[in-house]
């Protein structure tokens, strides 16, 4: 028991383990996405700006715009021919669409991508190592020489239209220089056209201001926030406490689990030990509890079993007794016999008990096999209506004082029905030879079908059964105490074959009152078609 469950504790742990290796690797991948993203974001702006600035350009002037922008952001900047680059189908598209590539060229370094010219295939591209304070002022500067193209009313409308359409992933605002949250120094500075570096509102972020010149709006970018990864040493402490405590709760409901299954494993020991009233604790529905109703099942069959074989040894040796005492005397008899007339009596005799003996063994060795577990059976469509003619026409010669007949209200349906020709043969000769025991003077045996099953009814006009023993009859070696006895034949297991018989037809055995008769009514009843 203990092995199993630190098995199930370790496979746990390991898979607990092996989870948290792969939300580590999974936060390492979810943060280079989002430095890529973050990086693309804050150059979108910028660069797109400036590819559109190249394209109406000729080459001269192009030369001499990328000459000033370097000397502003402090990184080279290249015009390049797009199949030089080398890149994939995917980034082509995504230049091809106006969008701005930032892609690792090294470990610390990234390199831009934006798209001049589409017919000349150039390609604007520079090597960045981070987002410094020159490609802000570059950026700043590149927005107000926008603006100025337009009158000063018209300013913000445009600034917000040129933040849509080159993507910029910051915000960008225009504010009248007296109403910026700037101290007096600031505010000096940007008079005279030099960009103020400050931090955000929280104290989290940095903000850029410029002044537009000849104009009173002032240009803000920012807040930019920097990126920041999540941190691996709280992503460990992290999981290991998700990993404690989802071991725990694993742990308690397993726990429950395990005393279930001690449980029922102590119900198994001591059942093996003898004690066969032993039964395991079936609670729930689920699995385990549906282990324990199956166990407590197979130990009411043991018990059962058990009880029965008892019951058939003291039984049987109960039995025996008289036929093997009759012999006994017969032999004796047989040694002082004065004449052949006393000799073969004693021998008819001596042969009557054998043969008494021979009836009682197969008896208990068809009971045996039907009680002990499922019998070779064979089923098959069998002809009740004729199995019932042979039944009767076999047992008619011991019925001389008594009616005998069949009945069939089957209407011909019984011809065919699924059931072991043998063993129906067995049961129906039980209950007729039965009713022809206790019957006053007639025996009639009844077949139908309906609802899809057939049913046999033997009656008979004698004493019948009291309700209080209809159930105790079907016992095996039980006796009445009234007209059925001894006397009457038979060894009390006739009926607890029928019943064994019909339980493996999955049917039923039953008895009740006759009421044409008067007398018992047997009944057996079982499905027409078997399911294979």
Same mark, same amino acid.
């Given at each position: 028991?203990?092995?199993?469950?630190?098995?199930? !504790?370790?496979?746990?742990?390991?898979?607990?383990?092996?989870?948290?290796?792969?939300?580590?690797?999974?936060?390492?991948?979810?943060?280079?996405? *989002?430095?890529?993203?973050?990086?693309?974001?804050?150059?979108?702006?910028?660069?797109?700006?400036?590819?559109?600035?190249?394209?109406?350009?000729?080459?001269?002037?192009?030369?001499?715009?990328?000459?000033?922008?370097?000397?502003?952001?402090?990184?080279?900047?290249?015009?390049?021919?797009?199949?030089?680059?080398?890149?994939?189908?995917?980034?082509?598209?995504?230049?091809?669409?106006?969008?701005?590539?930032?892609?690792?060229?090294?470990?610390?370094?990234?390199?831009?991508?934006?798209?001049?010219?589409?017919?000349?295939?150039?390609?604007?591209?520079?090597?960045?190592?981070?987002?410094?304070?020159?490609?802000?002022?570059?950026?700043?500067?590149?927005?107000?020489?926008?603006?100025?193209?337009?009158?000063?009313?018209?300013?913000?409308?445009?600034?917000?239209?040129?933040?849509?359409?080159?993507?910029?992933?910051?915000?960008?605002?225009?504010?009248?220089?007296?109403?910026?949250?700037?101290?007096?120094?600031?505010?000096?500075?940007?008079?005279?056209?030099?960009?103020?570096?400050?931090?955000?509102?929280?104290?989290?972020?940095?903000?850029?201001?410029?002044?537009?010149?000849?104009?009173?709006?002032?240009?803000?970018?920012?807040?930019? !926030?920097?990126?920041?990864?999540?941190?691996?040493?709280?992503?460990?402490?992290?999981?290991?406490?998700?990993?404690?405590?989802?071991?725990?709760?694993?742990?308690?409901?397993?726990?429950?689990? #395990?005393?279930?299954?001690?449980?029922?494993?102590?119900?198994?020991?001591?059942?093996?030990?003898?004690?066969?009233?032993?039964?395991?604790?079936?609670?729930?529905?689920?699995?385990?509890?549906?282990?324990?109703?199956?166990?407590?099942?197979?130990?009411?069959?043991?018990?059962?079993?058990?009880?029965?074989?008892?019951?058939?040894?003291?039984?049987?040796?109960?039995?025996?007794?008289?036929?093997?005492?009759?012999?006994?005397?017969?032999?004796?008899?047989?040694?002082?016999?004065?004449?052949?007339?006393?000799?073969?009596?004693?021998?008819?005799?001596?042969?009557?008990?054998?043969?008494?003996?021979?009836?009682?063994?197969? #008896?208990?060795?068809? !009971?045996?096999?039907?009680?002990?577990?499922?019998?070779?059976?064979?089923?098959?469509?069998?002809?009740?209506?004729?199995?019932?003619?042979?039944?009767?026409?076999?047992?008619?010669?011991?019925?001389?004082?008594?009616?005998?007949?069949?009945?069939?209200?089957?209407?011909?349906?019984?011809?065919?029905?699924?059931?072991?020709?043998?063993?129906?043969?067995?049961?129906?000769?039980?209950?007729?030879?039965?009713?022809?025991?206790?019957?006053?003077?007639?025996?009639?045996?009844?077949?139908?079908?309906?609802?899809?099953?057939?049913?046999?009814?033997?009656?008979?006009?004698?004493?019948?059964?009291?309700?209080?023993?209809?159930?105790?009859?079907?016992?095996?070696?039980? *006796?009445?105490?009234?007209?059925?006895?001894?006397?009457?034949?038979?060894?009390?297991?006739?009926?607890?074959?029928?019943?064994?018989?019909?339980?493996?037809?999955?049917?039923?055995?039953?008895?009740?009152?006759?009421?044409?008769?008067?007398?018992?009514?047997?009944?057996?009843?079982?499905?027409?078609?078997?399911?294979?």
């Amino acid at each position: 028991m203990n092995s199993i469950f630190l098995r199930i !504790y370790g496979g746990m742990l390991l898979v607990l383990v092996a989870v948290s290796l792969l939300a580590l690797v999974s936060i390492r991948m979810i943060n280079d996405v *989002r430095a890529e993203d973050y990086r693309e974001r804050m150059a979108t702006g910028t660069f797109r700006l400036m590819a559109d600035n190249l394209e109406p350009m000729d080459e001269a002037e192009r030369q001499k715009a990328l000459a000033v922008w370097m000397r502003l952001i402090g990184v080279p900047l290249e015009l390049r021919q797009l199949d030089d680059l080398g890149l994939e189908s995917s980034s082509w598209s995504r230049l091809i669409q106006g969008r701005v590539l930032v892609l690792s060229s090294a470990p610390s370094e990234v390199r831009v991508y934006s798209l001049v010219d589409l017919s000349q295939q150039q390609v604007l591209t520079a090597d960045i190592e981070k987002i410094s304070e020159q490609l802000g002022r570059a950026t700043l500067f590149l927005i107000a020489d926008e603006l100025v193209r337009h009158p000063e009313s018209d300013m913000p409308t445009w600034l917000q239209r040129l933040r849509r359409d080159k993507g910029f992933g910051f915000p960008l605002n225009l504010t009248r220089l007296n109403e910026t949250d700037l101290d007096a120094d600031q505010r000096r500075r940007l008079d005279e056209f030099d960009t103020v570096l400050s931090l955000g509102p929280d104290g989290n972020a940095v903000m850029m201001y410029m002044k537009i010149p000849d104009t009173n709006w002032v240009v803000s970018l920012g807040p930019i !926030y920097q990126m920041q990864e999540y941190p691996p040493e709280m992503l460990l402490m992290t999981g290991l406490l998700a990993l404690s405590l989802s071991g725990l709760l694993i742990y308690l409901l397993v726990r429950q689990l #395990e005393q279930r299954l001690m449980n029922l494993e102590s119900a198994a020991t001591h059942l093996a030990r003898g004690n066969l009233d032993a039964r395991a604790e079936a609670i729930g529905s689920d699995s385990v509890g549906s282990l324990a109703r199956a166990f407590n099942d197979m130990a009411g069959h043991l018990q059962r079993m058990m009880r029965i074989q008892q019951e058939m040894i003291r039984a049987v040796s109960h039995e025996l007794r008289t036929p093997v005492a009759r012999l006994r005397f017969g032999l004796e008899m047989v040694e002082t016999a004065s004449s052949e007339a006393d000799l073969k009596r004693y021998l008819d005799s001596m042969d009557g008990d054998l043969t008494e003996l021979d009836k009682l063994v197969d #008896e208990i060795l068809t !009971y045996a096999r039907l009680e002990q577990g499922a019998p070779a059976l064979v089923l098959q469509p069998v002809d009740v209506l004729a199995t019932v003619e042979q039944v009767v026409t076999e047992l008619l010669p011991l019925a001389a004082s008594v009616q005998l007949k069949h009945e069939d209200l089957s209407h011909g349906r019984a011809h065919v029905v699924d059931a072991e020709e043998r063993y129906l043969h067995r049961a129906l000769t039980n209950l007729v030879s039965n009713a022809l025991r206790h019957a006053a003077s007639r025996v009639k045996v009844t077949t139908r079908v309906a609802n899809g099953r057939c049913r046999l009814t033997v009656e008979d006009d004698g004493p019948g059964i009291p309700e209080a023993y209809r159930e105790r009859i079907f016992t095996p070696f039980l *006796r009445l105490d009234d007209s059925r006895t001894r006397a009457s034949g038979g060894y009390g297991l006739g009926l607890s074959i029928v019943r064994r018989i019909a339980y493996w037809h999955r049917g039923y055995a039953r008895v009740e009152s006759s009421k044409e008769l008067g007398g018992a009514a047997f009944i057996i009843d079982w499905p027409l078609r078997q399911a294979s």
